[in-house]
């Protein structure tokens, strides 16, 4: 079936970007400067020539920058002020000094003007400079670089060559990258897996998959070992881009070849296909692993748990459970945090719960995730002295879980959604006194609401004011809300002083309009005098 489909054909062909390249020039130069244009206008200096390699006041590589302009043009000139009467040894010692102050471009330059004249530089200081030139995105010169070391005799380390590789291809420059590469093992340090992996990427980030497909069987047809990674990473690309079908077909291609995938390479499809809800993909993905003789693990089993729960498929994340029950498959500790939060969620919680203990009896330790999962089902479902009870095992001494703030912000807003603000005000002073863990913006807006909803506005209004002098926002729904509590029980002074605090903050509203609807919602509650005398203050503040 899967030869019968009929594919869209890639557009480009880079049949030449695959061919076996010498590495007399990986790559090309931008200009060529002849001998009498590189010493017409020598300077002769009796002792060491000294380009200047320290202006004050300037960040050394943008200064660099600043050089680069137009350096083609001005690259004979240039020349002519750099070391060119100096000795070799003296030489790589001021190659060494530009390299640790960051003159970059002189750098290169330098290292230009000793392999014009066959001095050998100084092979770990060209390393520093490769890196350094990659870091500040002069990749051309970073390859003039490496390609004078190699002249030199000098084998630059797989770190280097991988860097660069990933600059150009970052650059676009995939013929470039490729001639690197095919270079590398000539100099002495063969490509390894993220060599292949970057180019490869690259070549399918742009939509030339069939080229992508040849270069890899090309590299294979030379020797180069099946690297499982480089399988993965381009059946997941083609995955994401063509459809698993197109996926699929290429693993067949490529086992003509020897080349063949792992579980890791079938997960990073199903990982696809799963996030995006394809679950007919999901399935031709399992029957071709199940083909080659292999079997889901609990990793592939843990991927299709989160993306059942994500999208509601509750009947199949019992399928899987069995599935993995009848594999023997164990869960791993994600795994149980994922059928945790996803039962906890779909409002199972005494299968959440269930999960929970056997969890605890498999000998694996409930992290902080777990716990606070578990808390804020219990809230939500105003089980609070439930999660009160949880809150005081983790704040043992015993425990090897201690509470969070997350975690004492889930069981103060439980609470004080409950209207339980006597036990919320505990917890509260509790985190106070320990001075362990530090109440936050979250913290105390959920207790001004919790207060509000119990008509305790006076308390709330005092916590606005803790939250004034830490300096934490409060939001401007929130003292729009303690502003009509306060004129609901006309306790229009206090009010007024709320209105100045919001009017003061450095995040007050930009808008008039944040007035008006106020003041608008305080006239059609029946407060009208109330609404005026807020008007009146907000005109002597100008804030309206």
């Avoid at 030139?133 to 390859?143: G, N, Q, T, V």
């Avoid at 797989?158 to 650059?171: A, R, V």
């Avoid at 692993?289 to 019992?318: A, I, Q």
Wanted: overall charge neutral; aromatic content about 8%; glycine content about 4%.
């Amino acid at each position: 079936m899967l030869q019968n489909l009929n594919f869209i054909s890639d557009q480009l062909d880079l049949t030449s970007l695959i061919r076996h390249r010498s590495f007399t020039c990986p790559v090309k130069t931008q200009s060529t400067i002849t001998t009498s244009q590189r010493y017409h206008h020598s300077v002769q200096c009796r002792g060491i020539c000294l380009d200047r390699i320290t202006d004050s006041g300037v960040d050394s590589w943008k200064r660099n920058r600043i050089n680069e302009t137009n350096f083609t043009e001005r690259h004979s000139e240039s020349s002519n002020r750099i070391f060119v009467n100096n000795n070799e040894q003296t030489n790589n010692d001021l190659l060494q000094n530009l390299c640790k102050k960051w003159e970059l471009i002189k750098a290169a330059r330098l290292v230009a003007v000793m392999t014009r004249r066959n001095q050998i530089p100084h092979f770990d200081s060209c390393i520093k400079l490769i890196r350094g030139l990659i870091k500040i995105d002069y990749i051309d010169r970073a390859s003039e670089v490496l390609e004078s070391m190699v002249m030199s005799g000098g084998v630059p380390d797989i770190i280097t060559y991988n860097m660069l590789i990933t600059g150009l291809c970052k650059n676009k420059q995939i013929i470039s990258a490729i001639d690197l590469l095919e270079g590398m093992s000539l100099s002495g340090c063969p490509p390894d897996v993220i060599s292949y992996n970057a180019i490869i990427r690259v070549m399918l980030e742009h939509g030339y998959i069939h080229q992508a497909v040849s270069f890899w069987k090309d590299q294979l047809s030379k020797g180069c070992p099946p690297y499982t990674s480089t399988i993965t990473v381009l059946v997941e690309l083609v995955c994401k881009s063509r459809g698993v079908i197109r996926a699929i077909e290429i693993l067949q291609d490529l086992s003509i070849d020897g080349c063949y995938p792992d579980l890791v390479t079938y997960n990073a499809m199903i990982n696809v296909t799963s996030k995006r809800g394809d679950f007919g993909d999901t399935i031709l993905i399992l029957h071709d692993l199940l083909s080659h003789g292999m079997k889901p693990n609990t990793v592939m089993y843990t991927t299709l748990l989160h993306s059942f729960f994500n999208h509601g498929y509750l009947d199949e994340v019992d399928e899987i459970i069995s599935l993995m029950n009848e594999a023997s498959q164990s869960p791993t500790m994600v795994t149980y945090n994922i059928l945790i939060r996803g039962f906890c969620k779909h409002g199972f919680l005494d299968r959440a719960i269930g999960f929970f203990n056997e969890m605890v009896s498999s000998n694996y330790s409930p992290d902080i995730i777990t716990y606070n999962t578990l808390l804020r089902a219990t809230c939500d479902e105003g089980m609070t002295d439930v999660s009160l009870e949880i809150l005081k095992c983790l704040g043992d001494k015993d425990s090897n879980t201690p509470p969070s703030l997350v975690t004492y912000n889930i069981v103060i807003d439980g609470l004080a959604k409950r209207g339980d603000m006597e036990k919320a005000v505990d917890l509260y002073q509790k985190m106070m006194k320990e001075k362990v863990i530090v109440p936050d913006d979250v913290t105390h807006r959920s207790l001004i609401w919790g207060f509000c909803h119990a008509d305790m506005v006076d308390e709330a209004m005092e916590i606005l004011k803790v939250m004034d002098r830490k300096n934490h926002r409060a939001t401007h729904s929130t003292y729009k809300y303690i502003i009509h509590k306060l004129c609901e029980y006309k306790k229009v002074e206090g009010a007024i002083q709320v209105l100045k605090m919001l009017v003061s903050s450095p995040y007050k509203p930009y808008s008039e309009k944040f007035y008006s609807d106020m003041l608008s919602g305080l006239a059609t509650n029946g407060m009208n005098n109330q609404a005026k005398e807020l008007h009146q203050k907000l005109i002597e503040w100008k804030a309206v």
